[in-house]
């Protein structure tokens, strides 16, 4: 698994380690730094055009201008701030390429040397801001930004693309639009969420020598679920693989609960129990025969709960008013964990204290309108401020949170922020999220964590999506097609 920061981390360990080590370390990490974005752009055709602001994210350009210069390459630059005011470590490069480089200075918009430069050049490197993005941008980078995007250049950004909050991923109006982002150190966060990731491009992550960093943000990875995947011992029953009981479908929907149920027993749970009227048990029943009906009533669900592991609660219920009662009735009263999905956060809406009332623990999978329903605010405000809300909620409510969408984030009560890494448009279909319910509810049934279940059920729900897509492209994923192709991404990590 991989760890992630915020600009407000890096900064603190970059400024830390050079105090440590010595006030000329500075200069040494930006030599790194500027010399790794070189060897990059190698990659890439020259000439080179290099488009550095006044900070450090402008000095290590102006190193990777030297470094390309010296191995023969053809490279120029552009400076958007007098050199007297350029930081001091990029004004001590600056001094290094000084009537070697081909050098312009750019303070106006609509300044002619920008568009002859960029038709003159096959790659471009945005050193304009690197983490410094924070509010809106000022016109001239704008204007840059604009005429860098519209060159149709290979575009390699320094650290994160211009325009990219590093802590949010939100994105300013104009935001520069890479084909490659050379980060150094640590991934930024924002690189990994949307809207940012849109504009990241491929990321190459450089180590310029800096210390471990203690964090809470962390990237899913294949490792990640080759440690966590359930232990399968041969010497093994049915019981050993623990219950998972659903309490889904209805007339309307009786695919979600065939979806769900099917699911948590295809990622092994030991048995499945639907609750369920049994009009909908038995239209499902013959392509489930694996799934034990269980009568759909309080008092019922409620005893079976005493012999289960996880209670999964929610897809396709609907949202009547006898529906309500009942979930409100299981999140109060069953004793073990609960995964509420669906129509089962929806009767919740703007009620979101009976989540700080369950007995055991509870993981909440909300698209981005059903978790602003129940925080009783606007979609936009949870779109604006994704990893935020998620970390605060799950903090507040004492739960883990799946956000769900393309590069998922997963919160967790102790204030752990952990996301996918995958974003996959096929998955943008109704009953995706049945089939994700089912999969965290039997690896709970297993005996993972409730917030180590909802990693594990994320990555493996992701990674089997992009094996479809391969075979039956992103517009004709069907949900069943995620429990089918389990087996097969399965392998991949056993």
């Given at each position: 698994?991989?760890?992630?920061?915020?600009?407000e981390?890096i900064?603190?360990?970059?400024s830390?380690w050079?105090?440590?080590?010595?006030?000329?370390?500075s200069?040494t990490?930006?030599?790194?730094?500027?010399?790794?974005l070189?060897?990059?752009?190698?990659?890439y055709?020259?000439?080179?055009?290099?488009?550095?602001g006044?900070?450090n994210?402008?000095?290590?350009?102006?190193v990777?201008?030297?470094y390309?210069?010296?191995?023969?390459?053809?490279v120029s630059?552009?400076?958007?701030?007098?050199?007297?005011?350029l930081s001091?470590?990029?004004k001590?490069n600056?001094?290094l390429?000084k009537?070697?480089?081909?050098?312009?200075?750019?303070?106006?918009?609509k300044?002619?040397n920008?568009s002859?430069?960029?038709?003159?050049?096959?790659t471009v490197i945005?050193c304009?801001?690197g983490t410094g993005?924070n509010g809106?941008?000022s016109?001239?980078?704008?204007w840059?930004?604009?005429?860098?995007?519209?060159s149709?250049?290979?575009?390699?950004?320094?650290?994160i693309?211009?325009g990219?909050?590093p802590d949010?991923g939100?994105?300013?109006?104009?935001t520069?639009?890479?084909k490659?982002?050379?980060t150094f150190?640590y991934q930024?966060i924002?690189?990994?969420?949307?809207?940012?990731?849109r504009?990241s491009?491929?990321i190459?992550?450089?180590?310029?020598g800096?210390p471990?960093?203690?964090?809470?943000l962390?990237?899913?990875?294949?490792d990640?679920l080759?440690?966590?995947l359930?232990?399968r011992?041969?010497?093994?029953?049915?019981?050993?693989?623990?219950?998972t009981?659903l309490?889904?479908?209805?007339?309307?929907?009786?695919?979600?609960?065939?979806?769900?149920?099917?699911?948590?027993?295809s990622i092994?749970?030991?048995l499945?129990?639907l609750?369920?009227s049994?009009e909908?048990?038995?239209?499902?029943?013959a392509?489930t025969?694996?799934?034990?009906?269980v009568e759909?009533?309080?008092?019922?669900i409620?005893?079976?709960?005493?012999k289960?592991?996880v209670?999964?609660?929610g897809?396709?219920?609907?949202?009547?008013?006898?529906i309500?009662e009942t979930?409100?009735?299981?999140?109060?009263?069953?004793?073990?964990?609960?995964v509420?999905d669906?129509?089962g956060?929806?009767?919740?809406?703007?009620?979101?204290?009976?989540?700080k009332?369950?007995?055991n623990?509870?993981?909440?999978?909300?698209?981005?309108?059903e978790f602003a329903?129940?925080?009783g605010?606007?979609?936009?405000?949870?779109?604006?401020?994704k990893?935020?809300?998620?970390?605060?909620?799950?903090?507040?409510?004492?739960?883990?949170?799946?956000?769900?969408?393309?590069?998922?984030?997963?919160?967790?009560?102790e204030?752990?922020?952990?996301v996918?890494?995958?974003?996959?448009?096929?998955?943008?279909?109704?009953?995706?999220?049945?089939?994700?319910?089912?999969?965290?509810?039997g690896?709970?049934?297993?005996?993972?964590?409730?917030?180590?279940?909802?990693?594990?059920?994320?990555y493996i729900?992701g990674?089997?999506?992009?094996?479809?897509?391969?075979?039956?492209?992103?517009?004709?994923?069907?949900?069943q097609?995620l429990?089918?192709?389990l087996p097969?991404?399965?392998?991949?990590y056993?």
């Amino acid at each position: 698994m991989q760890k992630l920061v915020t600009s407000e981390q890096i900064r603190t360990l970059e400024s830390e380690w050079i105090k440590k080590i010595s006030p000329q370390w500075s200069l040494t990490l930006m030599e790194k730094a500027g010399s790794s974005l070189a060897d990059v752009a190698k990659e890439y055709k020259e000439p080179y055009l290099i488009v550095c602001g006044k900070g450090n994210n402008g000095g290590d350009g102006i190193v990777a201008a030297r470094y390309l210069h010296a191995s023969g390459e053809k490279v120029s630059l552009i400076l958007t701030s007098d050199e007297s005011v350029l930081s001091d470590d990029a004004k001590a490069n600056l001094e290094l390429i000084k009537n070697k480089v081909q050098c312009f200075t750019i303070q106006e918009e609509k300044d002619n040397n920008l568009s002859k430069m960029l038709s003159e050049s096959n790659t471009v490197i945005d050193c304009l801001l690197g983490t410094g993005t924070n509010g809106k941008l000022s016109p001239l980078f704008e204007w840059i930004i604009k005429s860098i995007n519209t060159s149709h250049k290979v575009v390699i950004a320094c650290d994160i693309p211009t325009g990219i909050n590093p802590d949010s991923g939100n994105v300013c109006d104009v935001t520069v639009k890479a084909k490659v982002t050379v980060t150094f150190g640590y991934q930024k966060i924002g690189l990994l969420v949307y809207p940012g990731k849109r504009y990241s491009g491929k990321i190459r992550t450089i180590d310029i020598g800096l210390p471990d960093i203690e964090t809470n943000l962390f990237l899913l990875d294949d490792d990640f679920l080759k440690e966590n995947l359930p232990n399968r011992d041969d010497e093994s029953n049915k019981g050993s693989f623990g219950r998972t009981l659903l309490v889904c479908g209805s007339k309307k929907y009786p695919g979600a609960a065939l979806l769900a149920s099917k699911a948590a027993s295809s990622i092994g749970s030991g048995l499945t129990m639907l609750a369920s009227s049994l009009e909908v048990f038995i239209r499902i029943a013959a392509v489930t025969p694996e799934v034990i009906n269980v009568e759909f009533d309080l008092k019922t669900i409620l005893e079976e709960s005493l012999k289960s592991s996880v209670l999964v609660i929610g897809p396709g219920l609907t949202t009547e008013p006898e529906i309500k009662e009942t979930v409100e009735a299981l999140i109060l009263q069953a004793s073990i964990p609960i995964v509420l999905d669906a129509d089962g956060i929806n009767v919740l809406a703007g009620q979101k204290e009976i989540i700080k009332k369950v007995k055991n623990e509870i993981v909440l999978t909300p698209h981005p309108k059903e978790f602003a329903k129940l925080l009783g605010i606007n979609i936009d405000e949870v779109l604006n401020n994704k990893i935020e809300l998620v970390r605060s909620s799950a903090k507040e409510l004492s739960c883990t949170i799946v956000l769900k969408g393309p590069a998922t984030i997963i919160g967790t009560k102790e204030g752990n922020i952990y996301v996918s890494p995958f974003s996959n448009s096929a998955l943008a279909k109704g009953g995706t999220g049945d089939v994700l319910a089912g999969f965290i509810g039997g690896l709970i049934a297993q005996g993972l964590k409730p917030s180590l279940a909802a990693c594990v059920g994320v990555y493996i729900h992701g990674k089997t999506a992009e094996m479809v897509t391969r075979d039956k492209t992103v517009f004709s994923l069907l949900p069943q097609d995620l429990i089918s192709y389990l087996p097969q991404a399965i392998k991949e990590y056993i």
